[in-house]
C-alpha cells in the first residue's frame, strides 16, 4: 500500500500486511447465520438449558429454526428447555429476527467505528437497499422500530397475564411471546401453541399486530413515519400496504366461510370466537407460526390456501419469509399487463423495469423448484401422507412454522432437510438477490427468434 504525504515529496511505504476478504456478500452473510446457529447448538445442549437430555441434531434442529424465526420444534419448548434455555432461544430469535447486519451496523457506529466498501455491500444486501448512504439511517430506523413495537407489546401482554399468572411470569411470557411474534418465529412456551387463547380478543389482536408490524417491512414503517401521508408514499410502500390489507382481508372472508361449519375448528366458538380465530389463522399464515385452530384438521381447501399464504409470505426488510408480497405482486401486474398488450408494466404511475420484472420471476422459479425438489426428497424418507409433507416442506422454506404434525416424527434425513429448507428459507431471498443485483454486460449480442410459449 503506497500513500502520498502532503508535507513532503517522498513516498512512504506502509508494509504493514493487510489481509482482504474475497468472500461474496451472500458468503458472509451466511456464515454470520450459520455461526449463530452453531453458538446456539452448543448453548442449547448446555445441561442448564433443557429439563432432560436431547441429541446434537435436536439441539440444532432448534437452533436452526430460532435463527430462521421458523417456530417449527421437534421437542416441546416449554417442557423441555429451561427458563435460561428459553431465553437463548429469544435471543436467537431476536438477532436472527431483526438481523446480524442490524445488530453490527448499530454496534459499529456506537463505537465510534467506520463501515468499510466489503461492510457496505454486505448491509445494502441484508437490508435490500440500493443507496449505501441509506444503509446507517435504515439500520438505526430498524432497531429503533423494533424496540418500540415490542416494548409495546411486551408491557400489553405482561399486564394481560399478570392476574393469571403474577408478575414475574406474566413479565417472562410477555417478553418471550413479544419477540416470538414480532420476529414472525412462532415459538410458543406451549405444545397447544395459543390455541387456550382461540377467542381471547386481547391476545389474538396483540399478536397478529405484532407479528403484521414485524412482517410488513422496515422501509414500509419508515416511509409512513416520516410521510404522514398516503401521497407521499413511494409506489413501493403504497402496493405493500394496499396488498397486504387485501391478502389479509381475502383469507379472513375464506378462512371464515370455509370452517365455519367445521366441527373440529370454527362450529363449537362463539360468534366473536368465530371471527377472531379465522383472523388469526389468516395472518398467521404470513409466516408468522403461531396456530389457535388445530391445522391438521382444518377442510383441504382452508389447506391450499394457506400453502398459498406461506408461499407468498410478508414484505422485504421484515422478519417475514417466503417469495415476498411485492414479487407477487410484480408477477400479477406483468401478467395483466401482458394480457392487455401493454407496452409497459405499471404501479402507481410509474413503470416497472424489466429487470425488476426478471428478478421477481426468477426468484420465484427458484422458489418453486427447490420446494418441488424437497417435497420429492421427503416422500422419499418420510411415511406421511402428501399434503402433510407439502405442507412441512413450503412452512420451512417460508420459514412459517405451521405443521400438521409432522415435525415431531420426522426421520433423521427428514430433519436434515427441513434444516436445510429453513436455513435456506432466510437466507435465499438476500443470496439470490445479490446475484441477481449484479449487472453483467455483454458485447455480443445474438439474433432474435420466436419462441413458441403456451
Wanted: glycine share 8%; hydrophobic share 50%.
Amino acid at each position: 500500500m503506497i500513500k502520498w504525504h502532503p508535507s513532503t515529496t517522498s513516498i512512504i511505504r506502509n508494509t504493514k500486511p493487510h489481509r482482504k476478504i474475497n468472500a461474496a456478500p451472500p458468503v458472509i452473510l451466511a456464515g454470520s447465520f450459520m455461526c449463530l446457529i452453531i453458538i446456539g447448538t452448543f448453548l442449547l445442549m448446555l445441561p442448564n438449558s433443557t429439563t432432560h437430555s436431547i441429541t446434537w441434531w435436536q439441539s440444532l434442529f432448534t437452533a436452526t429454526s430460532a435463527v430462521t424465526v421458523t417456530g417449527l420444534v421437534v421437542v416441546d419448548t416449554g417442557t423441555s428447555f429451561t427458563l435460561f434455555g428459553q431465553t437463548v432461544i429469544a435471543i436467537l430469535i431476536q438477532c436472527g429476527g431483526i438481523g446480524l447486519m442490524t445488530f453490527a451496523v448499530v454496534t459499529l457506529i456506537a463505537l465510534g467505528g467506520k463501515i468499510g466498501f466489503l461492510q457496505q455491500v454486505v448491509a445494502k444486501e441484508a437490508f435490500n437497499q440500493t443507496d449505501a448512504s441509506m444503509i446507517l439511517s435504515v439500520a438505526k430506523s430498524v432497531l429503533l422500530f423494533s424496540l418500540i413495537i415490542e416494548i409495546i407489546g411486551f408491557v400489553i401482554l405482561s399486564i394481560y397475564w399478570h392476574d393469571k399468572l403474577g408478575w414475574a411470569e406474566s413479565f417472562y411470557h410477555g417478553f418471550f411471546y413479544t419477540i416470538s411474534a414480532f420476529n414472525n418465529a412462532g415459538f410458543a412456551l406451549s405444545s397447544q401453541s395459543l390455541s387456550d387463547y382461540v377467542s381471547d380478543p386481547v391476545i389474538n389482536l396483540t399478536i397478529t399486530g405484532l407479528f403484521i408490524s414485524g412482517g410488513l417491512g422496515f422501509t414500509v414503517w419508515r416511509e409512513v413515519i416520516k410521510s404522514k401521508s398516503w401521497h407521499k408514499l413511494s409506489p413501493y410502500s403504497k402496493a405493500m400496504i394496499s396488498a397486504t390489507i387485501i391478502i389479509n382481508l381475502l383469507a379472513f372472508i375464506a378462512i371464515y366461510s370455509i370452517e365455519y361449519n367445521n366441527p373440529n375448528t370454527l362450529q363449537p366458538l362463539s360468534q366473536t370466537g368465530k371471527v377472531l380465530a379465522s383472523w388469526f389463522q389468516a395472518v398467521t399464515t404470513r409466516t408468522a407460526g403461531f396456530n389457535t385452530l388445530p391445522i391438521e384438521q382444518m377442510e383441504d381447501a382452508s389447506t391450499v390456501l394457506m400453502l398459498f399464504l406461506m408461499f407468498v409470505g410478508g414484505g422485504s426488510l421484515s422478519t417475514a419469509s417466503g417469495i415476498k408480497v411485492m414479487t407477487f405482486v410484480v408477477l400479477m401486474l406483468a401478467a395483466y399487463s401482458y394480457l392487455r398488450r401493454d407496452k409497459a408494466i405499471t404501479l402507481y404511475n410509474r413503470e416497472i423495469t424489466r429487470e425488476t420484472v426478471k428478478k421477481a420471476l426468477a426468484l420465484t422459479v427458484i422458489y418453486v423448484a427447490t420446494t418441488w425438489l424437497a417435497v420429492f426428497c421427503l416422500l422419499l424418507s418420510e411415511k406421511a401422507p402428501f399434503i402433510d409433507v407439502v405442507f412441512e416442506a413450503i412452512s420451512a422454506f417460508g420459514t412459517v412454522g405451521l405443521s400438521r404434525g409432522l415435525t415431531s416424527s420426522l426421520s433423521g434425513t427428514g430433519e436434515i432437510i427441513i434444516i436445510i429448507l429453513m436455513f435456506m428459507g432466510r437466507l435465499g431471498p438476500l443470496t439470490l438477490a445479490y446475484f441477481l443485483a449484479s449487472p453483467r454486460t455483454k458485447r455480443l449480442r445474438y439474433p432474435e427468434t420466436q419462441i413458441t410459449i403456451g
